[in-house]
């Protein structure tokens, strides 16, 4: 299946783009500083869709609708996330009330609010319309009810950290405060936050959805929170490093005490993630996005330029995820990617 599904994903990312297009035009139309946020959101974080839209594969789903989904929601995540770290507001109620957008596009038939009551800029079609969107191919997923309370657990965790960790010089003390409130499975207090700012397991409950109950589905929450969603944003933290400690912006990595714990913390996540995922209905998809997340980040041009090579190679082992990393640099020389 592995080789299968990863022809059938890199065959879609055109429609992706395509997506992504509409979104940008609509974006166009914004009042600036809005539109430049926006645009730049779908120009630089682009891959963020590209690698959820694996989950427009998942058995059963219907492709083209949760592809459309899949866009739209993480289209909405980045341009709020930029919202609440690239223009000069640090109020985190203004940035909680912008995320009830977030809240609100997964609930379908949920009335609309004035997302920027507590924003200094204002706009009224790109974020409503990505709502009503989501809203409406939601309500076409025949068992989203069954899995609805699930999914709004991980999107409230999502969206209190978004307005936690954009208020510099309290978001440390904020986040590990709320984090301590919280089981921790054993992790350290930026690694759990870190998982809670993953999509990752909302797009899979996404795709549950569309059959009939999964008595494993407590198993398959177990396994994305905290270890896959937190391999995954400790990735992206990962090759943002450089960036991050030259702007002076949050980064969950550069808490780790010294390289060596790091790429300890890294591997045992990835182990983690594959060891949990092997035991779930459908385990070779799973197994897939561990292969996929990996690569995916660790193809990125900044891992050279940050000297990470060892850590992505010893994540990848000398298996499939070595292909997939492979792939996925053949891909970024192509601009596939």
């Not at 507001?89 to 009335?111: I, Q």
Request: charged fraction near 20%.
């Amino acid at each position: 299946m592995g080789a299968t599904l990863l022809g059938r994903f890199v065959a879609t990312f055109p429609r992706v783009k395509k997506e992504l297009q509409y979104w940008a035009s609509l974006a166009d139309t914004l009042p600036a500083p809005l539109r430049f946020q926006a645009l730049s959101s779908l120009e630089y974080k682009a891959f963020h869709c590209l690698g959820g839209s694996i989950y427009a594969h998942y058995p059963g789903v219907d492709k083209g609708a949760m592809l459309r989904l899949i866009v739209a929601l993480q289209t909405m995540s980045d341009y709020l996330d930029n919202l609440c770290d690239r223009l000069p507001v640090e109020n985190p109620d203004s940035f909680r009330v912008l995320h009830t957008s977030f809240v609100d596009a997964l609930t379908p038939g949920a009335a609309q609010r004035d997302y920027y009551a507590l924003y200094p800029h204002q706009e009224v079609t790109y974020l409503p319309t990505l709502v009503e969107t989501c809203q409406n191919l939601i309500a076409k997923i025949p068992h989203y009810p069954r899995v609805q309370h699930s999914v709004l657990i991980l999107a409230d965790r999502y969206c209190e950290l978004q307005a936690l960790k954009h208020v510099s010089g309290e978001r440390e003390r904020l986040l590990r405060e709320w984090a301590q409130q919280n089981p921790s499975f054993g992790l350290e207090w930026y690694e759990w936050t870190a998982a809670c700012g993953s999509t990752l397991g909302i797009f899979l409950l996404l795709a549950l959805a569309y059959g009939p109950a999964q008595a494993m589905e407590k198993a398959i929450l177990e396994a994305y929170f905290p270890w896959l969603q937190g391999l995954h944003i400790l990735l992206d933290y990962l090759i943002d490093l450089r960036e991050d400690e030259e702007h002076g912006d949050l980064n969950f990595v550069a808490f780790y005490p010294n390289q060596e714990v790091r790429a300890r913390a890294l591997g045992r996540f990835a182990q983690k993630s594959q060891a949990l995922v092997e035991n779930l209905p459908n385990p070779k998809f799973h197994t897939t996005v561990v292969h996929g997340l990996i690569a995916l980040y660790g193809s990125d041009p900044k891992v050279r330029l940050q000297s990470q090579e060892n850590t992505i190679r010893n994540m990848a082992g000398q298996g499939q995820t070595l292909r997939w990393l492979h792939l996925c640099k053949a891909l970024r020389f192509f601009g596939a990617i």
